[in-house]
């Protein structure tokens, strides 16, 4: 059965179990596709600035492609192409927007973050002695990590859709699908940083096995040996593959949110789709 997103009554948020569970039923539905799409999309990244603005927009078509399944209009890879190729070069500029506010917030959160654990070390390691410093670094360490966990993925949530309206709506440009994210977000941050912990606690598995892994075995290598060089080779391509696998299931997970936040925000009378032998439910 579908769920109607659109009723005359309440609209009600997808839970964050709906969300992902919907994710990736798309994505398996559409296995093959996003995929190869993926993989063009990665082979495209070693080709500075016009190689990153194919990948960027790639990531978008992806997005759009799942978003007319949802709505029950799909699109060939060809026609969604038509619509998304045109507007490279502006997502090129929503993943540099949000990269760099990213990289901002990091970067505040971290100096006010160190600002205050050093108060704390002085303040309660000059009451506590030297074992109170030892306690307290522990705490302001943990804290920092806590704070800075909350605060990227606080800030993410109200940008994780900032490319899908480039994608999907028309007469819109790279600046105003970032603030169209952040628009549609602001009242389910919360939920959506629920949406992003579980997406990630699915995904790392196969980001453990493919990209920590190898990573781990370098750490005890010398580098310039033949060794080195064989798990560093197998290290770039575990990142790839992983990269690969991945990449379509948050595209997937995005475009299911965007329908939601639409939905419940601006009433649209949209449905999920039934495929014939699944439920997005």
């Known amino acids: 059965m579908s769920e109607n997103f659109g009723s005359s009554g309440q609209i009600q948020p997808l839970?964050?179990?709906n969300v992902v569970s919907a994710a990736v039923r798309l994505y398996r539905s559409h296995l093959k596709t996003y995929l190869k799409l993926a993989a063009i999309a990665h082979l495209w990244v070693i080709v500075p600035i016009y190689g990153w603005a194919k990948y960027a927009a790639i990531s978008g078509l992806i997005s759009r492609l799942a978003f007319r399944e949802l709505i029950y209009q799909p699109e060939s890879v060809q026609a969604a192409s038509s619509h998304v190729n045109p507007r490279l070069w502006s997502f090129l500029r929503v993943g540099f927007q949000v990269g760099v506010s990213l990289l901002l917030v990091?970067?505040?959160?971290?100096?006010?973050g160190g600002i205050l654990s050093a108060l704390l070390v002085a303040l309660l390691g000059?009451?506590?002695?030297?074992?109170?410093?030892i306690v307290t670094t522990t705490l302001t360490i943990i804290l920092m990590v806590i704070i800075l966990l909350l605060g990227l993925t606080w800030f993410y949530s109200r940008w994780i859709v900032a490319e899908v309206p480039l994608a999907v709506e028309e007469n819109i440009n790279g600046g105003e699908s970032v603030a169209r994210s952040w628009e549609l977000t602001k009242a389910s941050v919360l939920r959506i940083q629920g949406v992003v912990l579980v997406?990630?606690?699915?995904?790392?598995?196969?980001?453990f096995v493919l990209n920590y892994i190898p990573s781990l075995f370098l750490i005890k290598l010398e580098p310039g040996t033949v060794i080195y060089g064989i798990v560093y080779f197998i290290s770039v391509i575990g990142s790839l593959v992983g990269g690969v696998l991945i990449m379509p299931f948050w595209q997937a997970l995005k475009a299911v949110?965007?329908?939601d936040l639409r939905t419940r925000r601006e009433g649209l009378g949209l449905q999920l789709r039934q495929p014939p032998t699944q439920d997005f439910r």
């Not at 990091?106 to 006010?112: C, E, N, S």
């Not at 997406?199 to 980001?207: E, I, S």
């Open 15 to 17: 839970s964050v179990g």
């Open 106 to 112: 990091y970067l505040g959160l971290a100096i006010a």
């Open 126 to 133: 000059g009451i506590l002695g030297t074992a109170g410093v």
């Open 199 to 207: 997406a990630f606690f699915v995904t790392l598995p196969l980001v």
């Open 257 to 259: 949110l965007y329908l």
